[in-house]
C-alpha cells in the first residue's frame, strides 16, 4: 500500500498544477482523475452522443478502454482504447461532456477500480471531486483545495489569454458557477470536502506557496 494524498476541489482551484509540482518534489505518481472522465468524454463527442444519450452511453461503456502512462518526465499519458488522446483532453467542450457524464452512476463505476488500484500499488497524489470521500476514503492525507470564483476565473481568464484565445472574464466565471453547480450538487459522489481534508482557500496565495502548504502538510501526516 503506497502513501495516497488526495486532493479534491472545484474547478480551477490549481489542483493540478500544484498537484504536478508535489508529486516531482514527493516522487510521487500524479494521478489526474479528471483525464480520466475527459477521455470517457471524448469518445462520446466523436461519436456524436449527447450526454443526455443514457442508454447509448450505458451501452457504449464496455467498448471503451481507458488506461494511463507516464513519460519519461513524469507527465500522465491518457490512453483511449490505445491511442494516447492527452492533448485532445484540456478542451472546453470536453470538460463540459466530461462534467455532464460523470453524473451517471455506471460512468463513476467504470473509473473507480482503476483509480484505486493506482493508489493501492504506489505512492500517489490523486486529484479529483470525489477523492478524499469515495475513492480513497482511508486517504492520510486528503486536501479540500478552493478559491473564490472570482479568483478562478481570474486564473482562467489568463491563462486563456496566454493563449491567445478569446474570452471574456464574465463568460468564464459563468461557466465556472455553472461547473461548480452541476459537480456540488448531482446526487451520486458530488464535490464536497471530506470531514477529515484540510480545507485550503488559494485566493490569495501564489502557486509556490500552495506548494509549500501542501508539503507542511505532508512532513505533518507523515
Ligand atoms: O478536473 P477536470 O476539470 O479535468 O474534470 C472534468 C470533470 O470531470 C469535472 O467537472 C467533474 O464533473 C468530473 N470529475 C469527477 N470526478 C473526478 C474528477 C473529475 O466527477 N474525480
Redesign the pocket.
Given at each position: 500500500m503506497g502513501f495516497n494524498i488526495a486532493i479534491d476541489g472545484p474547478?480551477g482551484a490549481g489542483?493540478?498544477t500544484v498537484a504536478k509540482a508535489v508529486a516531482q518534489k514527493l516522487g510521487f505518481i500524479y494521478v489526474?482523475?479528471?483525464?480520466m472522465?475527459?477521455a470517457l468524454a471524448l469518445f462520446f463527442i466523436r461519436r456524436h452522443i449527447d450526454a443526455g444519450e443514457s442508454e447509448k452511453i450505458k451501452e457504449l461503456l464496455d467498448q471503451i478502454q481507458v488506461s494511463l502512462d507516464y513519460d519519461d518526465s513524469g507527465v500522465q499519458q491518457v490512453f483511449l482504447n490505445k491511442e494516447n488522446v492527452t492533448s485532445q483532453l484540456r478542451r472546453e467542450e470536453v470538460?463540459k461532456m466530461?462534467?455532464a457524464i460523470?453524473a451517471y452512476p455506471f460512468v463513476?463505476e467504470k473509473l473507480l477500480g482503476l483509480q484505486r488500484s493506482l493508489a493501492q500499488n504506489s505512492d500517489v497524489i490523486m486529484?479529483?471531486?470525489?477523492?478524499g470521500t469515495n475513492?480513497l476514503p482511508d486517504a492520510p492525507l486528503k486536501i479540500y483545495l478552493t478559491a473564490s470564483v472570482e479568483a478562478r476565473a481570474k486564473r482562467r481568464y489568463d491563462e486563456l489569454c496566454e493563449k491567445g484565445e478569446k474570452a471574456s472574464l464574465e463568460t468564464v466565471a459563468l461557466d465556472i458557477r455553472q461547473?461548480d453547480e452541476?459537480?456540488m450538487t448531482r446526487a451520486i459522489?458530488p464535490l464536497r470536502q471530506a470531514e477529515d481534508a484540510v480545507y485550503l482557500d488559494t485566493s490569495d496565495l501564489d502557486i509556490p506557496q500552495v506548494i509549500q502548504s501542501i508539503m507542511n502538510l505532508y512532513e505533518k501526516a507523515n
Open positions: 474547478a489542483k493540478s489526474d482523475t479528471g483525464a472522465y475527459r470538460g466530461a462534467s460523470s463513476r486529484d479529483g471531486r470525489d477523492i475513492i461547473r452541476s459537480d459522489a
